[in-house]
């Protein structure tokens, strides 16, 4: 079945980490996102791939990387984590077309003591 | 640039009430419109879409209608259910190579 896959689902670590978390699809999307979704719901986008070694900055800054070395994944890392990186992270994917919907994962509830 | 504005919650209903949630957006030239769901623990779902002026989205019982005119968007379901507890998020693609604009979200609690 075609779906979209994060791992973990939740993590708590201490400072001073390195994280990754995945993010893996299997719809054949070229496009994939990162948002990080603050207390208050709102969603914002820190990373986008358009494809296989295409990676942006999305609007809201962040500390975090990401790579794209395989079409269906799509890893974001943290070299060193810090309490102000809690929060919960969302991975999507769509396909190229100019006004497709999105498809989300179940999300990474990341907690950083 | 584009922007999607939508009434801020919480809304809070009890069951079988009517639901109305706003959204309103600016966007340069035609875009696709969306309502997304995101239950709690949950990553956000595709509700229902439209993808040019006066098409009406339905799913699960709710509708919107693509309202060039007044820019709207507006979520509606004629009789909710506890089980329609959720944050709702209106969104809208124009084109652009990041894809979707979203509003901040409304929280709707349905009370037995």
């Known amino acids: 079945e075609a779906d979209i896959y994060q791992t973990p689902r939740y993590l708590v670590i201490g400072t001073g980490k390195k994280i990754t978390l995945e993010c893996s699809q299997t719809m054949g999307h070229d496009k994939m996102y990162w948002y990080q979704q603050d207390p208050g719901m709102e969603l914002h986008l820190i990373h986008y791939s358009y494809g296989v070694n295409s990676t942006e900055k999305g609007d809201l800054s962040s500390e975090s990387t990401v790579s794209r070395i395989r079409t269906e994944h799509f890893p974001l890392t943290l070299e060193s984590a810090r309490p102000s990186h809690t929060s919960q992270y969302l991975c999507a994917s769509s396909t190229s077309g100019r006004f497709n919907e999105q498809f989300f994962g179940p999300g990474t509830r990341l907690t950083v003591l | ?112």
């Open chain 2, 1 to 112: 640039g584009d922007s999607v504005t939508q009434m801020e919650g919480p809304v809070t209903l009890s069951e079988e009430a009517f639901l109305t949630i706003n959204c309103t957006y600016t966007a340069t030239g035609y875009p696709s419109l969306f309502w997304y769901v995101q239950y709690p623990g949950e990553g956000l779902q595709l509700l229902l879409k439209a993808t040019k002026a006066d098409d009406k989205g339905s799913n699960k019982g709710f509708e919107a209608t693509y309202r060039k005119e007044t820019t709207s968007f507006h979520l509606e379901k004629g009789s909710v259910q506890v089980s329609d507890s959720a944050v709702y998020f209106c969104a809208l693609s124009g084109g652009g190579a990041d894809g979707l604009t979203f509003g901040k979200g409304t929280h709707l609690i349905i009370q037995p």
